[in-house]
């Protein structure tokens, strides 16, 4: 409970006009009219507003003295977040040379009436290369491998058995990683030779080798998969024409047959329920490869080249401030420059303070909040000596700000396939695009948040022992995170626990995605983001401690339900709040009772399933509900079950519901 902290003055405007209108008597007796017309108390009354102006003022410096004590202790309101994306260039044609489109490349959203463009700029370079084929590789039962590359252009070459077996594959190895690019495979197939199959529905899986997990991954149909299928134009290999895949940054080598290469391949699968299969084997006569297109990160902000700050003076503590706030943190390469003779300029280093700071050190500090540059100060010591920390911009010396980037905040969290406009025109380049939502955009860090946040910040004191400091620390290292769990070990020997001295924190990142089911390559965290986190929380872990940064258990349910609706309403809109429902409900970041997220480790119960339905606006009664596990990896759910029990690492989320809605039954 906060401590009740006293008003400095009390008096309020009706007490300051009492108290004037009670010294009349004895200062003015002559003043009789004492009426609210009269002017003398309208002057009053008009004195009494002003004083009361200064007394609300005055009673703010509580406020003040709270917030410079936030300062003292080195909080500060984190800027706004860039909301990030990964967004896809595709070429005008196949190049014969690699292309690559720099980092720094800005694209946006269309400009409208109402809104201006959204720009976002890359990341890194992307390298749209050229693919070289070394192998091509049949098998027909999984253990031996024939080559038959060179045989290309010359006869056909069946790819499975005459009669195609599950687990037949062809694999396609390159000399080099293709990682990031859009690869555009053209293959002459022997027309109608593979009958029985349906052309836009054949029991085949097209595969990379993942790097990540160290084993075949399937290119999914979903525009906004990491690794896509966009078109498969051959008929199931019944005819001429293209495969284009969007390979993913964890594309790796592999040895297959004793063949060391980065490979994709094209696997018979076990055939669907009612799915047709092949009749006979498909045969290839050639396949070309090209890239025709990339994926690189892109983040919303706007790069700025070279900006000039002013000229040194000579003397301590120098203050400059950048044309554009708030700004990114200052990553590798952005810095200030400090002109050292002509056109000459000498780079300076970023530091947190200026505490360690010798005079000769060329520090400086940047809020990227208000873009503030400071320079080192001088301070008087006890002997009357002036000790500078970090050393002085000389007199006349021009100073700039290499380069930066500003922008950020929710806006910039765009829906899919917004980002279509390239600010500037690159050669051979035809357009861009994002496939999936731009996420993690978020607002300043308001005043009230940060004294909110401040006395948390303090009682962990940059140190993490409990769970709770962990799990603040963690989400104070990155804004991409939305959710942190610490678990750390409770019973010796218990199932499901930590080992003694491990702390494992669990993290969440935030998703584009409010609303229905969460697509699962969103709750993967990079790898970059949890270093970063790993980081920040092993500078201030206990020595004796070891350290785990990881996603939670996820478990995927999928709820079956039968519903009555109330008379005289609209079937299809009542099984769309229902089912709308379950995803909000089942969620592990708006779920839950709070709104919070799915709680850790909490199991879930059939008949909760049946209280949340039932609070639908509309619903009569619930019939009957089914919670079915699934695994995630194969898609097939298990047995129904009444109640799903979560370990203290796992969290729940939504697979795919489906409720049936059936009209009240009418009583006579």
């Not at 009706?14 to 009219?33: F, G, K, N």
């Not at 005008?92 to 946006?108: D, K, L, N, R």
Request: charged share 25%.
């Amino acid at each position: 409970m906060a401590l009740p902290a006293p008003k400095l003055d009390e008096r309020t405007f009706q007490d300051l006009v009492r108290e004037a209108r009670s010294m009349i008597p004895r200062y003015c007796p002559e003043w009789t009219d004492h009426n609210l017309s009269d002017p003398g108390i309208t002057l009053i009354e008009l004195f009494a507003w002003m004083v009361d102006i200064l007394l609300y003022r005055l009673n703010r410096v509580p406020d003040k003295n709270y917030i410079k004590f936030m300062e003292l202790i080195g909080i500060r309101l984190a800027p706004a977040h860039p909301a990030a994306a990964e967004v896809t260039f595709r070429l005008s044609a196949p190049q014969p040379a690699p292309v690559t489109i720099p980092a720094g490349t800005e694209v946006a959203t269309v400009r409208t009436e109402t809104q201006d463009a959204i720009v976002f700029t890359t990341d890194s370079d992307l390298n749209i290369t050229i693919p070289d084929p070394i192998h091509f590789l049949v098998t027909r039962d999984g253990v031996n491998f024939v080559d038959f590359l060179n045989e290309l252009g010359g006869k056909a070459t069946d790819v499975f058995r005459q009669v195609p077996q599950v687990g037949n594959a062809f694999y396609l190895g390159y000399s080099h990683s293709l990682a990031n690019n859009v690869l555009a495979m053209t293959l002459d197939c022997i027309p109608n030779r593979a009958t029985g199959v349906n052309p836009y529905d054949p029991p085949l899986a097209w595969e990379y080798w993942d790097n990540d997990v160290q084993n075949w991954r399937a290119f999914e149909r979903a525009p906004e998969a990491i690794a896509w299928l966009e078109r498969d134009g051959t008929g199931a290999l019944n005819r001429a024409g293209d495969i284009i895949l969007h390979l993913p940054r964890s594309f790796g080598a592999a040895e297959v047959g004793m063949r060391l290469a980065y490979w994709i391949r094209c696997r018979v699968v076990a055939p669907r329920p009612g799915q047709p299969t092949y009749d006979a084997s498909p045969a290839v006569l050639s396949i070309t490869s090209n890239c025709v297109g990339g994926r690189v990160p892109a983040t919303h902000g706007i790069q700025i080249e070279r900006e000039e700050l002013g000229t040194g003076d000579g003397t301590a503590g120098q203050v400059f401030r950048l044309i554009n706030s708030p700004i990114f943190d200052l990553s590798e390469g952005n810095t200030v420059e400090v002109q050292v003779e002509g056109s000459k300029y000498e780079r300076w280093v970023q530091v947190v303070d200026f505490s360690r700071s010798r005079p000769e050190d060329k520090h400086f500090t940047c809020d990227p909040s208000t873009g503030e540059i400071r320079f080192g100060p001088a301070i008087r010591q006890p002997d009357g000596q002036m000790q500078r920390y970090g050393s002085i911009p000389s007199k006349g010396k021009i100073i700039r700000m290499s380069s930066y980037r500003f922008g950020g905040g929710s806006t910039g969290n765009v829906g899919r396939n917004a980002l279509t406009v390239l600010k500037s025109s690159i050669p051979y380049v035809a357009g861009v695009t994002n496939r999936r939502a731009a996420a993690g955009g978020a607002d300043p860090e308001t005043l009230e948040s940060g004294m909110m946040r401040a006395p948390q910040l303090f009682r962990a004191h940059d140190r993490a022992v409990t769970e709770a400091d962990f799990e603040f620390l963690a989400l104070e290292a990155s804004q991409h995170i939305a959710r942190a769990k610490c678990i750390q070990p409770r019973e010796t020997g218990r199932a499901n626990e930590p080992p003694p001295g491990v702390v494992l924190t669990l993290v969440i990142p935030t998703v584009s995605a409010t609303a229905g089911r969460i697509p699962p390559d969103q709750l993967e965290v990079p790898h970059e983001i949890k270093q970063a986190i790993y980081s920040h929380l092993d500078e201030r872990r206990l020595l004796a401690s070891r350290l785990i940064v990881s996603e939670p258990d996820y478990v995927w349910v999928s709820i079956e339900a039968k519903v009555r609706m109330k008379p005289k309403l609209d079937a299809a809109k009542m099984k769309a709040s229902v089912e709308e429902e379950l995803y909000r409900y089942f969620n592990p970041l708006f779920g839950g009772s709070a709104g919070k997220g799915w709680p850790f480790g909490r199991d879930i119960i059939v008949s909760e399933v049946y209280a949340r339905i039932q609070s639908v606006s509309g619903v009569e009664y619930v019939e009957d509900v089914r919670i079915y596990p699934i695994e995630l990896s194969t898609g097939k759910r298990g047995e129904p079950t009444q109640r799903i029990v979560l370990r203290r690492s796992a969290v729940l989320c939504s697979h795919e519901h489906s409720v049936s809605v059936l009209a009240s039954e009418q009583v006579e």
